[in-house]
């Protein structure tokens, strides 16, 4: 599913224009950036949770040429789906 899909769901379900549909998933997504940058965690009921991880310097290998080089410390965001969503991804 894309951005676009979003979009056109809200606007078939909700009955709201595409324009009003976009800028709802575009201030969504924004939200949801600003509070993972801000080292928060962000918990959706019935979805699951979103959080910053930080990963420490790590030895690493070029797989083309096989040198070693330094991987370095950075932040992710992983996914932890809820209990809810994985028994209705198993049913």
Known sequence: MTKTDLINSIYKNLGLSKK??????????EIIKETLEGGEK???SG???FV????????GRNPQTGDELEID???VVTFKPSH????ALNE
């Not at 009003?20 to 997504?29: C, K, R």
């Open 20 to 29: 009003e549909s976009a800028v709802i998933i575009d201030e969504l997504f």
């Open 42 to 44: 962000v918990k959706i």
């Open 47 to 49: 979805f699951g949770n």
């Open 52 to 59: 910053v991880r930080q990963k420490e310097p790590r030895k």
């Open 73 to 75: 410390a950075r932040r």
């Open 84 to 87: 809810v969503l994985k028994r």
